[in-house]
């Protein structure tokens, strides 16, 4: 495990020479991105979001793109298109922006719902259906979608559907004013992600996938966990609880937050650590549409976590 630790410390120590003093987001990214799971990035314009997942994407040497969303894309603008070749009298598929590794979704929510679900099928099964016929995507392949709080002006929503396909759910917020004073005095100078360089290659980013994957997790904390996940379905101040899905995602973080501290056995306080991140923007508080603020249901969740028996057997 120290050589997963080493790796994966060198990429958030490259991140952070373009995000500064935003360590724990860019943690979570990178847990996110090494459990092959998908990113939300939500804060309100101008903090760095783009910017991170720019930063991140560049730290690992692989195939990247970067779809601007807008009210007017269209779902053939990311998934791709059948074009009639008049020459050979047959349709070829040309494929979108969807077909890379590394996903970078700039605003997701600012496209109608009807082009934020082109990505439905992508995240969950890793392969794109068009005309009928199926096609498999990179791996691995991770989206990092930001988007602007909704009650901004010009926002849609993100459905249920779309949002469970999220493994975690972060904010950067604003710097500090040391960060800020330096970020002043730096781009003034040059673009930090201009000088970022690759820190991983393809295949090493899949050993350390595999290496995560293969991390223990008891029967005791995997009923710790589900407890947890049961507990969000049946509370009173909940009306929508985590899915299944989201017992599974949170388990594959889990693991590779146990992987990033040197453990090959994960521990009930990963489970803990990841809850927020992974449930909040799932859940839904009683009483609340759909479009608040995860804030709502973050007492919630630390209150469930809370009341949940830790097991004692962990290995």
């Given at each position: 495990?120290?050589?997963?630790?080493?790796?994966?410390d060198?990429?958030?120590?490259a991140?952070?020479?373009v995000?500064?003093?935003?360590?724990?987001?860019?943690?979570?990214?990178?847990?996110?991105?090494?459990?092959?799971?998908?990113?939300l990035?939500?804060?309100v314009?101008?903090v760095?979001?783009?910017?991170?997942?720019?930063?991140?994407?560049r730290?690992?040497?692989?195939?990247?793109?970067?779809?601007?969303?807008?009210?007017?894309?269209?779902?053939?603008d990311?998934?791709?298109?059948?074009?009639y070749?008049?020459?050979?009298?047959?349709?070829?598929?040309?494929?979108?922006?969807?077909?890379?590794?590394?996903?970078?979704?700039?605003?997701?929510?600012?496209?109608?719902?009807?082009?934020?679900?082109?990505?439905?099928?992508s995240?969950e099964?890793?392969?794109?259906?068009?005309d009928?016929?199926?096609?498999?995507?990179?791996?691995?392949?991770?989206?990092?979608?930001?988007?602007?709080?909704?009650?901004?002006?010009?926002?849609?929503a993100?459905?249920?559907?779309?949002?469970?396909?999220?493994?975690?759910r972060?904010s950067?917020?604003?710097?500090?004013?040391?960060?800020?004073?330096?970020?002043?005095?730096?781009?003034?100078?040059?673009?930090?992600?201009?000088?970022?360089?690759?820190?991983?290659?393809?295949?090493?980013?899949?050993?350390?996938?595999?290496?995560?994957?293969?991390?223990?997790?008891?029967s005791?904390?995997?009923?710790?966990?589900?407890a947890?996940?049961?507990?969000?379905?049946?509370?009173?101040?909940?009306?929508?609880g985590a899915?299944?899905?989201?017992?599974l995602?949170?388990?594959?973080?889990?693991?590779?937050?146990?992987?990033?501290?040197?453990?090959d056995?994960?521990?009930?306080?990963?489970?803990?650590?990841?809850?927020?991140?992974?449930?909040?923007?799932?859940?839904?508080?009683?009483?609340?549409?759909?479009?608040?603020?995860?804030?709502?249901?973050?007492?919630?969740?630390?209150?469930?976590?809370?009341?949940?028996?830790?097991?004692?057997?962990?290995?």
């Open positions: 495990m120290s050589d997963f630790q080493q790796v994966s060198s990429i958030v120590r991140v952070e020479t995000i500064g003093g935003k360590r724990e987001a860019i943690e979570i990214a990178l847990t996110v991105l090494l459990s092959e799971g998908h990113l990035v939500e804060d314009p101008g760095g979001k783009t910017m991170l997942a720019r930063a991140l994407a730290s690992v040497d692989c195939s990247v793109s970067r779809i601007q969303f807008t009210p007017d894309l269209l779902p053939s990311i998934t791709g298109v059948s074009v070749d008049q020459s050979r009298r047959e349709f070829e598929f040309r494929p979108g922006p969807v077909f890379a590794n590394f996903v970078i979704g700039d605003e997701i929510n600012r496209a109608s719902p009807k082009t934020q679900s082109a990505l439905l099928e995240m099964e890793r392969q794109v259906t068009v009928g016929h199926t096609y498999p995507l990179a791996t691995p392949f991770t989206v990092i979608a930001t988007q602007n709080p909704v009650e901004m002006e010009g926002t849609y993100l459905p249920e559907a779309q949002r469970d396909r999220f493994m975690a972060i950067i917020g604003y710097p500090d004013a040391a960060a800020e004073a330096a970020l002043l005095r730096s781009r003034d100078v040059d673009d930090p992600i201009e000088s970022l360089e690759a820190v991983v290659g393809i295949e090493e980013l899949r050993s350390l996938i595999a290496t995560a994957r293969g991390v223990f997790v008891s005791s904390v995997e009923q710790y966990l589900v947890i996940a049961q507990a969000t379905r049946s509370d009173p101040e909940l009306r929508l899915s299944p899905r989201a017992s995602q949170l388990a594959r973080a889990a693991k590779t937050r146990a992987a990033r501290d040197g453990r056995f994960v521990l009930p306080d990963d489970i803990d650590a990841l809850v927020p991140v992974v449930f909040a923007h799932r859940v839904l508080a009683a009483g609340r549409t759909a479009n608040a603020s995860v804030t709502a249901v973050e007492p919630i969740l630390a209150r469930i976590v809370a009341e949940t028996p830790v097991p004692t057997g962990l290995r």
